[in-house]
């Protein structure tokens, strides 16, 4: 690659940048441990499944 090119790595990321670290106070937000404890009975929920069938 000579050195008059431009990659655009930089360039081509900065908008999902700026997009992510963005705030918006109308985001619906979820308590970590809520997110644990439907992961856990989600797969609690499957493992009665598989020993159903």
């Excluded at 930089?10 to 940048?17: C, E, I, P, T, Y």
């Amino acid at each position: 690659m000579s050195s008059g090119q431009n990659s655009g790595g930089l360039m081509s990321s900065a908008g999902l940048v700026r997009y992510f670290d963005s705030e918006d106070r109308n985001a619906v937000t979820f308590d970590p441990k809520t997110v644990m404890a439907v992961c856990v009975l989600f797969g609690v929920f499957i493992q009665f499944l598989n020993v159903l069938v």
